[in-house]
């Protein structure tokens, strides 16, 4: 941010972290994540529980301090500013909407203090109240709403103080599968309304794929790979982000000598096979290569390819996925449409795929 | 996590109870070891040596000089103060037993009734645990007396020829310990058993233990924290009891907190009522650290 | 319930309310002798509401507790605060026995104890000095009731004032404090009660003309069983029982997220005590 023109230019990125790392005692909660956001974004972050995610998240809100690294936003660094004077806000996976007070008061609790008028406060909150479609519900308790106007009470008590970037802790998962998949939904188009930065904490992968504009995997602290989720569906970085997202093929070789291109030969049991490869790898390097089922392609034993022979055949409704042993005992997932070709249990099958849809990823 | 600029103003918070407890309840603990040392005289404060705060460093070398451990040594010579703290040691220990046994199976009939009469049960057990202590054990008196209602029952019976004499005895104090304190063991007993998971009952029985093996592998186990806090809540201040013996154990039972009562208010001989307070402290301090633990320890898994 | 825990029950509690149900009978039996029936009578009330001495002693006793509890509320809830939400500090396990230990140290060590002190600093005993006393123990019980509720309260409560801007003094004022209000209810009554029950450490920190309720009955119930104590009973039994259903009703009505254990935890705190003579 040492550009001077940069500087509070929101339009380009509201929040940076940079080399952030927590520390409990000797449990190192997040490592050295950097990560900027853009304006207007939804971000997920992604990841099993105690990855770190949520710990990221008060990091911004300013529950809990950096060991070390800083988190600035439009410019400013953050570090040292107590929670209610950060200028992002907070919706928490309990929602933790105040019991005692109605729904109106809960939503209003941040506007005090901001100068405005009582009749603009009143306004405000209506507007907020239309907003995630409860009007009428005002002067409810927290305790007689169902689950869903719950979490919209939450969402609009968060965006009461329009925030630079909103961070949620969890948003849907007390929600249960029906509702969760209507409200993501929602969440998607009310951030494109708003133009609010979202940071959203989830552990469901598809739902970040449903939502987000770029996902950050994390893992054991560290954030693995930032993207779309085309991007990271196709390129993941490492075998956990290509496991994460979606069944996946890893089979395990070392990188032939071949000189660096965009395919490279990579020595399995397979035999030798060509896959997309970075440049960060070399050759004898132990590598996997990394192969969604969908992209394998199936034919007669007569026709090109290696060798296999079907184990296993499920029907999934929209696609059929078959297991096949491979001729040094492998076994290969490969999934299509129904209505092909019909190879059964015990048929013999060739197995083919481009180049380009196998990823080389390091061991 | 609050920020750091937030720590000056939690001192302030801690301040004030800790500035009272510390002057109200461990400065007079000092004074009263320092007393215990102290031998008595006809005077006011009775006792000697007095400190005098404004001698010095000689004040305060005279003063340690005058004190003796004479107290201490009447404690433990006379056979009336020892058989005293061994008939308090000896009568806690029982009734903290008997709790345990009569506790147990009221709590544990409590945790297993239905979320509809839990409340009801806590707020029964809870009423007299509220109501005057003294009240309490004076409602025996009217019990246990020779010509009392329960010699007049077993009498209508036929069960006893000639009215028993219960009340001024040892037993009618183990009664009045165990009346008393029973709502302190099965409270705690209480609020461990009604939080464990029936689930683990289930798999106990699933897996074929009886409904006795259930209880005695699984429930007891986990409630053990609160036997032990149920325990310890229900003999350290039995040990120091005043009112049970002095209502309901005659002249012949003593124990330490009435021999206390009575050297204080008797015989005006505080220094001597000031060692017999530090003996009682040495016998409960290592019961009440070990409550202090429980609780500490029943606080965090509550969390 | 099977029939072991109903019999268990039925015993448990009629030997609980057994003595206290004889107390009440005899407290309208028209005889002059306790084990005599001779008719029902509230002739026993009328000598009691006569008996100036003991209806003196009842106000000295209503004064010191209302102003002892107050004053235990306070402590006591910057206590439960300091062991609920200050994590480690220096000195916290003193801090934490002077909390917790007040509540189980034998009565006669503490009342000498304090006597002594009082003694030593030349302080008139008194009203005053029973209201010291009492805070004193009180503070601990209201500190066990509110730290078990500030347990229950979600943090997420708190996090998410401070992130709508409320800073350290507004969170308080407008979240902690209401959602803590039915437990120090509770425990202000806890402490009420202690403080009017209290026999022993009254005894020894008191002074001419500060007699309470309970040193005024026990010096008549030391001369043996007498009906008009039975009606005084009668009447304190009633008094309490109105106390703890208004203190139930207190801890029952805490609501929404982290409300759900408040009737157990208040029971479980409740239990965390003893009841001083």
Known sequence: MADPLRAGAPETQPLRLANVTKR?????????????????????????????????????????????????LDGRDLAGLPPHRRPVNMMFQSYALFPHMSVARNIAYGLKGLGLSRAATAERVEGLLRLVRLDGFADRRPDRLSGGQRQRVALARALAREPRVLLLDEPLGALDRSLREETQAELRALQRRLATSFVVVTHDPSEAMTMADRIGVMDRGRLMQVGAAAELYERPANRFVAGLLGDVNLIEGRLGADAAGPTRTVETGLGPIRASAGAALGPGDAVVVALRPERIRLADESGEGLAGRVIEVTFLGDRIRRLIRMEDGTVLRASGPGGGPDWPVGADVRLGFAPASAVVLPA | MTPRSARPLRALVRLPPL????????????????????????????????????????????????????????????????????????????????????????????????????????????????????????AWIAILKP????????????????PLEILNTQVAVLIGLTYAYLPFMVLPLYAVMSRLDPVLREAASDLGASPTRVFWSVTLPLAAPGLVAGALLCFIPMVGEFIIPDLLGGSETLMLGRVLWGEFFSNRDWPLASAVAVLMLLIVVGPVILFREAETRRGEAAR | MSGTNRIALILGLGF?????????????NASALVTVWGGFSTRWYGVLLADRPLIEAAWVSLRVALLASLIATILGTLAALALERHGRFAGRGLFTGLVYAPMVMPEVITGLSLLLLFVGIGLDRGIATIVVAHATFGTGFVAVVAAARLRGLDRA??????????????????????????????????????????????????????????????????????????????????????????????????????GKDDGKEAGKAGGTGHAPA
């Open chain 3, 157 to 258: 409560l708190e996090e998410a004032a401070a992130d709508l801007g409320a800073g350290p003094a507004r969170v308080f004022w407008s979240i902690t404090l209401p959602l803590l209000a039915p437990a120090l209810g509770a425990g202000f009554l806890l402490a009420f009660t202690l403080s009017l029950d209290d026999l022993v450490i009254a005894s020894f920190v008191s002074g001419p003309g500060s007699t309470t309720l309970p040193m005024r009955l026990y010096s008549q119930v030391r001369l043996g069983v007498n009906p008009e104590i039975n009606a005084a009973s009668t009447l304190l039994i009633g008094a309490v029982s109105l106390l703890v259903l208004t203190a139930s009703w207190l801890t029952g009505r805490g609501t929404g997220e982290g």
């Open chain 1, 24 to 72: 409990f005692g000797t449990h190192t909660a997040v490592e050295d994540v950097s990560l900027d956001l853009r304006s207007g974004e939804f971000l997920c972050l992604l990841g099993p529980s105690g990855c770190g995610k949520s710990t990221l998240l008060r990091l911004i809100a300013g529950f809990e301090t950096p060991t070390s690294g800083s988190i600035g």
């Open chain 2, 147 to 162: 010509e009392g209602l329960l010699n007049a029952g077993l009498l209508r019976l036929g069960l006893i020829g000639a």
């Open chain 3, 16 to 28: 609980l309310y057994a003595p206290i149900l004889v107390l009440v009978a005899y407290s309208f």
């Open chain 2, 19 to 138: 500035l009272w407890l510390g002057a109200f309840f461990l400065v007079p603990f000092a004074i009263t070891l320092k007393i215990s040392l102290s031998e008595p005289a006809t005077a006011m404060p009775p006792y000697l040596p007095v400190l005098d705060w404004a001698g010095g460093v000689e004040g305060w070398s005279s003063f340690l000089e005058a004190l003796h451990f004479t107290n201490f040594e009447t404690l433990a010579g006379d056979a009336l103060y020892r058989d005293a703290a061994l008939a308090s040691l000896a009568l806690a220990l029982t009734a903290t037993a008997i709790l345990i046994a009569i506790g147990t199976p009221v709590a544990y009939a409590m945790a297993r009734a239905s979320a509809r009469w839990q409340p009801i049960l806590v707020a029964l057990v809870v009423v007299p645990f509220w109501t005057s202590f003294l009240i309490r054990v004076y």
